[in-house]
T-cell receptor, first 112, second 108 residues
Framework: SAVISQKPSRDICQRGTSLTIQCQVD?????MFWYRQQPGQSLTLIAT?????????ESGFVIDKFPISRPNLTFSTLTVSNMSPEDSSIYLC?????????FGSGTRLTVV | QKEVEQNSGPLSVPEGAIASLNCTYS??????FFWYRQYSGKSPELIMF????GDKEDGRFTAQLNKASQYVSLLIRDSQPSDSATYLC????????FGQGTELSVKP
């Protein structure tokens, strides 16, 4: 299965600022997925990032708030824009392979 | 109705017992079914996947799938304290959707 490097692992940010999270995969993958895990909750899919096309966002998530880049088949970024305390969560990227989906180690974001 | 539902926890079992975790899903077009284990502060770790009706065994873990009933379960035999974690059921029909998770506690 693929190995994903995600960074930063954690950050504390001021409200109103933006944070960009990066994921690097050790192999080429068609789709990458971005999830949010709020405290004590399960994972919620934010969007699917395909190389060469606009990301597809799930209900409740919009591009202005969570812009995503996918410049090539091994890399993607998620930006959390104009942050508020409600954005404090763990953000994870994921890729699919023949036997399941692998996750990055996550970015623990705290907005103060 | 949620797309993927799991029985509410926490579930507590004694060491050596069988832990049974259950999950139902709403999309009949779902194709693949996964069980992830998540320790506190860690990212989810895939422990089982199943595509076809029936049982699939891997060591102490058995996944069971019944597509007619839209039901998938995970049995953990000879439960160990190290199995204490949150277990997430996930279903895919193009994208991976998670249930809310069941917290399992195995008491020594």
């Amino acid at each position: 299965s693929a190995v994903i490097s995600q960074k930063p692992s954690r950050d504390i940010c001021q409200r109103g600022t933006s944070l960009t999270i990066q994921c690097q995969v050790d192999s080429q993958v068609t789709m990458m997925f971005w999830y949010r895990q709020q405290p004590g909750q399960s994972l919620t899919l934010i969007a699917t990032a395909n190389q060469g096309s606009e990301a597809t966002y799930e209900s409740g998530f919009v591009i202005d708030k969570f812009p995503i880049s996918r410049p090539n088949l091994t890399f993607s970024t998620l930006t959390v824009s104009n942050m508020s305390p409600e954005d404090s969560s763990i953000y994870l990227c994921s890729v699919g392979h023949g036997y399941g989906y692998t996750f990055g180690s996550g970015t623990r974001l705290t907005v103060v | 109705q949620k797309e993927v539902e799991q029985n509410s926890g926490p579930l507590s079992v004694p060491e050596g017992a069988i832990a049974s975790l259950n999950c139902t899903y709403s999309d009949r077009g779902s194709q693949s079914f996964f069980w992830y284990r998540q320790y506190s502060g860690k990212s989810p770790e895939l422990i089982m996947f199943i595509y076809s009706n029936g049982d699939k065994e891997d060591g102490r873990f058995t996944a069971q799938l019944n597509k007619a009933s839209q039901y998938v379960s995970l049995l953990i035999r000879d439960s160990q304290p190290s199995d204490s974690a949150t277990y997430l059921c996930a279903v895919t029909a193009g994208k991976l959707i998670f249930g809310q998770g069941t917290e399992l506690s195995v008491k020594p």
